[in-house]
């Protein structure tokens, strides 16, 4: 991708940028029957997509906000619905052979929107909220965040930029 810093100061930051994905996979193992992995992995992928971020921060305050759009392409092939035909008992063999999971292709826009804000309550606390908004087709991991967190050391530097919210250690 490529980013452009319309403002590039010390405590502010704007940027835009274009970013293109291209990748492929060999064989098509999205499906949740046995030799399948049961992950995305079409045989053709292409997105673009347009980022937009303004960052910010003052003594005690740290933000951005972001989106982004996109428009994306994948195609998958047909496949074997059981791809490791020596896991299959022998007397099913014929009957598992004849299925298959389709193939198709599929294309469509989406988009993205973040806010990360963080208040530095005192040296030691900082207070933190996190949303992420994202929407395409079939596709809509959106989250929402509260944290709190404790410097034991203390801190009366520069806020970061941008704000270092917790990362989730699981996410259902």
Known sequence: GYYYKVINQNNRRVTIGLN?????????????S????G??????YLSFAIPVMWRERTENWSWELGASGSWSHSRTKT???YPLM???PTDWQ?????????GGSSQGFGYTARALLERRVTSNWFVGTAIDIQQAKDYAPSHFLL?????????????DLPPQPLIPYADW
């Open 86 to 88: 020596n896991l299959i």
């Open 147 to 159: 944290y709190v967190r404790y410097s034991a050391a203390g801190w009366q530097g520069d806020m």
């Open 79 to 81: 496949m074997p619905r």
């Open 20 to 32: 293109n994905m291209i990748w492929h996979y060999d064989k098509d193992l999205s499906g949740y």
């Open 94 to 102: 014929e009957e598992a052979a004849r299925q298959s999971n389709d």
């Open 39 to 44: 992950y995305y992995s079409p045989q053709e």
């Open 34 to 37: 046995l030799g399948q992995g």
